[in-house]
C-alpha cells in the first residue's frame, strides 16, 4: 500500500528505511500497523522535515497499479519531539 507525500526534502528516511523520490518529494510506503487490523497503517516523518517543507497526503492520486483514493481517513496526528506520527485507515 503505498500514498504520496509531498517532502522537498533530499535526505529522509522513514523508520529507518529510506524511500524512493519523485520531482515532487517522496513516495512512502504504509506498512499495517498490526495484522489484526490490516486496514490501520502508521507512519513516521523527522519533524525537522516536516517543520521546513510541510507535509501533504493526496487523496484520490493513482497508486500503484491504478489504486485510487486508497486513504481513507485519518485518524490521528502526534507531533512529538524529533517526529511527526501519521495514523489512519486505508479503504477496505
Known amino acids: 500500500m503505498l500514498t504520496k507525500a509531498i517532502l522537498s526534502h533530499s535526505e529522509c528516511k522513514v523508520g529507518g528505511r529510506a524511500y524512493m523520490f519523485d520531482e515532487d518529494g517522496i513516495v512512502l510506503i504504509m506498512e499495517p500497523a498490526?495484522?489484526?487490523n490490516l486496514r490501520r497503517f502508521i507512519f513516521s516523518v523527522p519533524k525537522s522535515v516536516y517543520e521546513k517543507k510541510?507535509?501533504?497526503l493526496h487523496y484520490g492520486t493513482a497508486i500503484?497499479?491504478?489504486y485510487m483514493d486508497i486513504i481513507e481517513d485519518i485518524i490521528s496526528?502526534?507531533?512529538?519531539?524529533?517526529?511527526v506520527t501519521v495514523i489512519?485507515?486505508?479503504r477496505g
Request: no cysteine; net charge negative; charged share 25%.
Open 64 to 66: 500503484g497499479q491504478g
Open 34 to 36: 498490526d495484522e489484526r
Open 77 to 83: 496526528v502526534h507531533i512529538e519531539i524529533d517526529v
Open 54 to 56: 510541510g507535509l501533504t
Open 88 to 90: 489512519g485507515h486505508v
